[in-house]
T-cell receptor, first 112, second 114 residues
């Protein structure tokens, strides 16, 4: 079993919909939680990160972490066609730089 | 800044051949990572360097894989001999210690081994 599980989708929604993306993990030592966005034929780019449990909001994006359930979410409000991409969750223990554990990614398509 | 630069963008080779992938990290970044991405396994860390020194190579799948970083601005990942199961997208990423959650990825090398 991978340490980070993520449903690969694909997920297809109409423009303006609220999108919910999720990951579960097994290692309770994870402290930093990230969401990366990857456009086709490009490398991933950091979208949001949170430390420990709680919520973080940035414009149309909200990241949530529930450490008790080992579950993280990314919500996209008022989704746009430009949000069409693969979204990867990632996490690490914080004490070891760079050792990020990624989910497989969820492919999202927002149609006009 | 040009970002992380990888070459080649695409590589097609035959089984048994040597493959060399190249990476130029962002200037000033002291950590460099090599990842491999496949549909089945997602992104997997192969190896990472700090100040040109390999720190963790536990993700390197076999002795056929080797990586070097001769200086702060250049790294290579070599596969010799290559096998069809090595077909994947290989990413290089770099970062500074102070921003450990933010890796800057290159555009990747799409490797196909026939």
């Amino acid at each position: 079993q991978k340490e980070v599980e993520q449903d690969p989708g694909p997920l297809s929604v109409p423009e303006g919909a609220i999108v919910s993306l999720n990951c579960t993990y097994s290692n309770s030592a994870f402290q930093y939680f990230m969401w990366y966005r990857q456009y086709s034929r490009k490398g991933p780019e950091l979208l949001m990160y949170t430390y420990s449990s709680g919520n973080k909001e940035d414009g149309r994006f909200t990241a949530q972490v529930d450490k008790s359930s080992k579950y993280i979410s990314l919500f996209i409000r008022d989704s746009q066609p430009s949000d069409s991409a693969t979204y990867l969750c990632a996490m690490n223990r914080g004490s070891t730089l760079g050792r990020l554990y990624f989910g497989r990614g969820t492919q999202l398509t927002v149609w006009p | 800044d040009a970002g992380v630069i990888q070459s080649p963008r695409h590589e097609v080779t035959e089984m048994g051949q040597e493959v060399t992938l190249r990476c130029k990290p962002i200037s000033g970044h002291d950590y460099l990572f090599w990842y491999r991405q496949t549909m089945m396994r997602g992104l997997e860390l192969l190896i990472y360097f700090n100040n040109n020194v390999p720190i963790d190579d536990s993700g390197m799948p076999e002795d056929r894989f080797s990586a070097k970083m001769p200086n702060a601005s250049f790294s290579t990942l070599k596969i010799q001999p290559s096998e069809p199961r090595d077909s994947a997208v290989y990413f290089c990423a770099s970062t500074q210690h102070a921003t450990n959650e933010k890796l800057f990825f290159g555009s990747g090398t799409q490797l196909s081994v026939l």
